[in-house]
C-alpha cells in the first residue's frame, strides 16, 4: 500500500518524536508543565498509523514554530504547531488527525490547527514531487482534548460526559472535536481516528 510506504518515509525524513506500532502502541503526549493538562496517553496505535509530536518536536530545536525563516505576526497564525498529528494509512491516502491539548478555557486552538495543516500539505508535497511516492492527504479531523476545573470538586475530579466522536465525519478546524479528560488519562486512538 502506497499510504505505508509514505509513512515509513515520514518516519526517516521528520525529526521530531514520533511513535508507531513497532516502537509501542501507546505513547504519552507531554504537555507544557504550566497547563493543568500536563499529559495524556494516547493507546491502541496500530501498524498503520504513525503519531508525530509536533509541539514537542519544535521544542527539541528550540523553535517558536514549524520553521525559523518565519517571523511572528500578531495578526497571522503562519508559524504555530498543535501538539500532536496522527496519520493512519488508508487505501484511499493518508487519514490526518490534529490533536491538540488544552487547559480548562479550550481556546486557540484553530490558529494552530490551520498552521499545522499547511505543514501536512508541504509534506504531502514533498511526497509527491521530491520522494515519488503518490500519496493524498485523503481526510482530517481535527480533535481538542481539555481539562474542566468548574466540575472539580474536594471529593474529586467529575467529569462530564465525553463527545463521542464519528468517525466518518471530518470537521474542520473551527469545529474541532472537544472532549473533556483529566491530566494522566489514556484515550484509544480508535476512539477518534
Not at 18 to 41: G, P, R
Not at 58 to 72: D, E
Amino acid at each position: 500500500m502506497v499510504a505505508l510506504q509514505a509513512l515509513d518515509k515520514l518516519k526517516r525524513l521528520l525529526d521530531c518524536p514520533k511513535s508507531d506500532a513497532t516502537v509501542s502502541t501507546s505513547v504519552e503526549i507531554i504537555h507544557d508543565d504550566n497547563s493543568k493538562l500536563k499529559k495524556l496517553f494516547l493507546t491502541d496505535i496500530s501498524s498503520n498509523m504513525l503519531l508525530l509530536q509536533l509541539d514537542n518536536g519544535v521544542k527539541k530545536h528550540r523553535c517558536t514554530g514549524f520553521s525559523k525563516l518565519f517571523n511572528s505576526l500578531d495578526d497571522c497564525d503562519h508559524n504555530k504547531v498543535c501538539d500532536a498529528l496522527l496519520l493512519k494509512a488508508t487505501e484511499r491516502g493518508l487519514a490526518a488527525t490534529y490533536i491538540e491539548l488544552k487547559s480548562d478555557d479550550a481556546t486557540g486552538y484553530v490558529g494552530q490547527f490551520k498552521s499545522t495543516k499547511c505543514f501536512v500539505g508541504y509534506l504531502e508535497k514533498i511526497l509527491q514531487d521530491i520522494c515519488n511516492i503518490d500519496v493524498k492527504i485523503s481526510s482530517e479531523r481535527y480533535v481538542v482534548f481539555h481539562t474542566d476545573s468548574s466540575n472539580a470538586s474536594r471529593s474529586g475530579f467529575q467529569l462530564k460526559k465525553t463527545t463521542k466522536f464519528n468517525q466518518t465525519q471530518p470537521n474542520t478546524p473551527e469545529q474541532a472535536h472537544k472532549s473533556v479528560v483529566k491530566s494522566g488519562d489514556s484515550v484509544r486512538v480508535t476512539e477518534f481516528a
